[in-house]
């Protein structure tokens, strides 16, 4: 069973993190970069694949050379075998079409075609949701969406899937599809491992996969001389690789428009605050004195 | 349709001492053993004083079984000895150095996360080799039954696994031991409560302190008016680089004397007696507790049912011999003992005599004499009888008794010292409490030094311990709430005290039609999974799910 999961580094939205200038614009070389938390999923419904059915997982994605740092966390997290980063200059300011077609030749160039594909449901940055079905279509495979729980039958070749279906009331569909498919994993995607020896290939696995990490964080170390495409896990593709044509991807190949950019509006810089003793009865009856037009509805 | 379920030859329930000797025996015959421990982490579950010894007579010892167990998981090798008999500030301090030494080729000062969770690694290894592996944050929670018969395990995260052999050694309050009907965990005078504070000490303090090398250490035990007529007694031992500091008491005592754990562990720290040792800093790392059952009567003679052997607590394998504590290592030998059997069995193709033959075992070895001692049996019991203890205890300590003790004068150490008389020391106040308090009387000097220690208030204890809580899925149930029945469980449980709010158990009045009825609450939150109540109130007690509830850090 090969596996490959689609990843991408995101801005750290998380407080504290990011970083705007004046005009309340992302400062990127200022916001670090994180793996797009809805990818996580994608990783963990792979890992569930890995342990329980064996196999190999690929981790792959498009972006500037900072993302190996990405894909060795994914590393550590989904206890993935080899990376792929498609990168170079002409990749740049794709749109979700440019890239889920950089990312579909990637797919098709790797040497061991993967029997699953799996991606996140949507990016902390675009929000779009549309990579990873776009990526499908240019697969052409069954694709399956909101998966909140998977079993792989090896032996009939097939997928059986529990998704979730959101509409005027929740439902659950299960679904089958034929292997190779096509899978975005839905946030509610929860693994499980019922059986002891899944727990234990697990715990094989992750001392396994955080070894490999390691070893791939010294070629990353910034102090290191080490080339990380001379790393036997990672592999480089540039455009001339994939063979595509720079018309057809990155900037030029994007058909989206960006019609216009709202600022976000400035977080308040600062918060004025009394710290108030709950002994200090004048002063918490001064809390209750501010208090009290709310209460009314005022 | 039990084909459908996961089989291995041998699953081992507990990774204490007791499951980590049975596995890595399993192992080594090259048995495919799978290890299911609850906690996060080995060792984050227990709790011990705990010394841990390696006895002369013993067919297995932790370090033959581990080695480098020495220097990778115990602290210090404890080459000194003492009891003190305390009377107020009277102290009368005998070297308990021959007790002590009596079958012992060495005994450590242990912590037992530390210790449990170097095992578990290696147990892990060991048994990964044959197949299986350690899992921990996994809960058994019952026995899985082919018609009547019991073959496997049942879990709450996985499935049911069938096995060849099932090692219950999941401790004090096994599930499994219960659920098969070996043991209950009804009468509390069948049970000890230890409680226990693990104390930072300075570098270079305990050498300078104690007076010891650096990779030596002291045991401390102390009796007498401490402790306010419970019976039991409190315990000093020093680790690399703390202390351990508990009580370990008679749980039906604590209930009859409503007596509150944690206070009775605070006379002992602020006892002037420990002036000295703790200097005057006190900065407690930990508290916690547990049960531990009372060998000499409840060690099962027979311990195995169908393929479920019990080992160790789970077997009421816990030796009292008089003030020095031995659970861990009987933990070991049984375990070892246990897969020994399987081992004999399976090479005779007849792995359900398993239990047989280490009930064989445990009687030929001389382990069920140890842990329940003839000379218990005839002398010890009748001493428990309620006119005879009265009488003995009047006589200790009347003029004549007193006479007597300042007559033996030091030469009652060597009878501190008897582990014959130990061994038959009927569990009655006079040994406890009388015969330690007119000894300090009657031969004890008196302590001068000002313990300016201020121990934790319950809250802080609380506060400072790590939980993971397992919201709206509480381990414990009270099936009688009413005051009668489970009220004991307000002063006895080790995080409820009378008039505190943030503990499990609170007694409340509780008004309806007129009447006012007299009931307890409860709140499982701070739970220090200690097994108590489960004795001592009316309740459906169980463990938290897989790596849920208190992870102690030091143990
Ligand atoms: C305060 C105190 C002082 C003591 N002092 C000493 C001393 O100085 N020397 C000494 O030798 N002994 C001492 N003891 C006793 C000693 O700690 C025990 O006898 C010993 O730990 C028993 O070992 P065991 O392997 O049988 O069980 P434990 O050490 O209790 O191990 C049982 C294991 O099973 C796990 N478990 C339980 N239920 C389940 C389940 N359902 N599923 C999966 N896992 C489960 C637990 O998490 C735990 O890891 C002391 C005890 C206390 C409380
Ligand atoms: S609630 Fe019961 S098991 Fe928990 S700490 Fe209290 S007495 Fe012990």
Not at chain 1, 119 to 131: C, I, L, N, V
Not at chain 1, 219 to 240: I, K
Not at chain 1, 255 to 260: F, K, L, N, Q, S
Not at chain 2, 151 to 177: H, K, Q, R, Y
Request: hydrophobic share 35%.
């Amino acid at each position: 069973m090969h596996t490959v999961v689609l990843t991408k580094g995101v801005p750290d939205f998380r407080e504290g993190q990011v970083s705007f200038d004046d005009d309340g614009h992302l400062e990127r070389g200022k916001t670090p970069t994180v793996m797009n938390p809805n990818d996580r999923h994608a990783l963990r419904a792979a890992l569930q694949t890995k342990v329980r059915n064996g196999g190999t997982v690929s981790l792959m994605s498009m972006g500037p050379p900072g993302y190996m740092e990405v894909l060795q966390e994914g590393m550590r997290d989904v206890y993935a075998d080899d990376l792929y980063l498609l990168s170079d200059r002409e990749m740049g300011a794709a749109d979700t079409w440019a890239t889920a077609m950089t990312v579909a030749t990637g797919i098709q160039k790797l040497a061991d075609p993967p029997d699953l594909v799996f991606a996140g449901f949507k990016t902390a940055d675009g929000e779009t949701g549309h990579t990873g079905p776009q990526t499908e279509w240019c697969l052409d495979m069954p694709l399956v969406t909101h998966v909140i729980s998977l079993d792989i039958a090896e032996d009939e070749g097939i997928l059986r899937a529990k998704r979730l279906v959101e509409g005027d009331v929740e439902e659950i569909e299960t679904v089958e599809a034929p292997l190779p498919a096509f899978v975005v994993a839905d946030p509610e995607f929860e693994p499980t491992y019922r059986r002891a020896d899944h727990r234990l290939r697990h715990k094989d696995l992750r001392e396994t996969a955080g070894d490999r990490a390691d070893e791939f964080g010294e070629y990353l170390d910034d102090g290191s001389d080490l080339d990380p495409t001379d790393w036997d896990r990672f592999t480089m593709w540039d455009h001339a690789a994939l063979n595509l044509d720079p018309d057809y991807i990155g900037l030029d190949g994007s058909p989206t428009i960006v019609a216009g950019v709202d600022p976000i509006p400035k977080a308040p810089s600062e918060r004025e605050a009394t710290v108030v003793d709950p002994n200090d009865d004048a002063a918490m009856g001064g809390v209750v004195e501010e208090l009290a037009p709310y209460a009314g509805g005022d | 349709m039990t084909d459908d379920y996961e089989h291995y030859e041998a699953v081992v329930v507990g990774a204490g001492p007791g499951g980590a000797a049975a596995a890595a025996t399993l192992a080594r015959n090259g048995v495919e053993t799978l290890v299911l421990e609850r906690g996060v982490d080995a060792g984050s579950k227990n709790v011990s004083g705990g010394l841990i010894y390696a006895e002369e007579s013993s067919p297995y010892t932790i370090d033959e079984l581990f080695p480098g167990f020495r220097e990778e998981a115990s602290d210090r090798e404890v080459t000194e000895h003492y009891i003190h008999n305390v009377a107020g500030r009277e102290v009368k301090t005998f070297d308990l150095g021959e007790l002590h030494h009596h079958d012992t080729e060495w005994a450590d000062s242990v912590l037992r996360r530390k210790m449990d969770s170097w095992l578990a690694r290696e147990v892990h290894e060991m048994t990964r080799e044959t197949g299986g592996g350690l899992l921990t944050e996994v809960r058994v929670n019952g026995l899985l039954r082919e018609g009547a018969e019991i073959v496997g395990v049942t879990c709450d995260e996985l499935d049911p696994i069938e096995a060849d052999v099932i090692i219950a050694a999941d401790g004090v309050n096994s599930e499994l031991a219960r659920d098969a009907g070996l043991m209950d965990w009804e009468e509390p005078d069948e049970w000890f409560q230890g409680v226990k504070a693990v104390v930072d000490m300075p570098e270079g303090a305990i050498e300078g302190r104690f007076d010891v090398d650096g990779d030596e250490g002291v045991a401390h035990l102390f009796s007498g008016d401490l402790f306010e007529n419970v019976r039991g007694g409190g315990f000093l031992y020093t680790n690399d680089e703390s202390l351990s500091i508990g009580t370990v008491f008679h749980l039906d005592s604590i209930a009859d004397e409503r007596a509150e754990p944690q206070e009775l562990l605070d006379n002992l720290l602020t006892h002037p007696l420990l002036t000295d040792w703790l200097g005057g800093e006190y900065d407690e790392l930990e508290y916690s507790a547990k049960l531990v059952p009372d060998s000499k009567k409840v060690a099962h003679p027979s311990p195995y049912r169908d393929r479920l052997l019990l080992v160790g607590d789970a077997a009421g394998q816990m030796q009292a011999q008089g003030p020095i504590i031995k659970g861990m290592n009987h933990a070991v030998t049984a375990g070892a003992l246990a897969a020994e059997a399987f081992v004999d069995a399976r090479s005779r193709g007849d792995t359900d005599a398993a239990g047989e033959r280490y009930v064989a075992k445990l009687e030929a070895e001389g382990v069920m004499d140890k842990l329940r001692p003839t000379r218990y049996r005839t002398l010890g019991k009748l001493g428990e009888v309620g006119p005879v203890a009265s009488a003995m205890d009047a006589v200790t300590d009347s003029v004549v008794g007193r006479a007597a003790i300042s007559a033996l004068g030091d030469r009652a150490e060597s009878l501190f010292n008897s582990p014959f008389l130990m061994g038959m020391l009927p569990d009655t106040r006079m040994g406890y409490v009388t015969v330690p308090t007119v000894i300090a009387e009657e031969l004890g000097e008196p302590v001068d030094g000002l313990n300016t220690v201020e121990p934790p208030e319950l809250d802080d204890r609380i506060g400072d311990l790590t939980y993971d809580v397992d919201e709206g899925n509480p381990h414990i149930e009270l099936r009688d709430n009413a005051f009668a029945a489970s009220g004991t469980a307000v002063t006895a449980c080790p995080v409820s005290a009378e008039d505190f709010g943030g503990g499990c158990y609170r007694d409340e009045y509780v008004g309806t039609n007129g009447t006012e009825e007299h009931v307890v609450s409860l709140d499982t939150q701070p739970c220090v999974e200690c097994g108590t109540c489960a004795v001592v109130a009316d309740t459906d007690w169980t463990h938290p799910r897989g790596g849920k509830g208190v992870e102690y850090e030091r143990g």
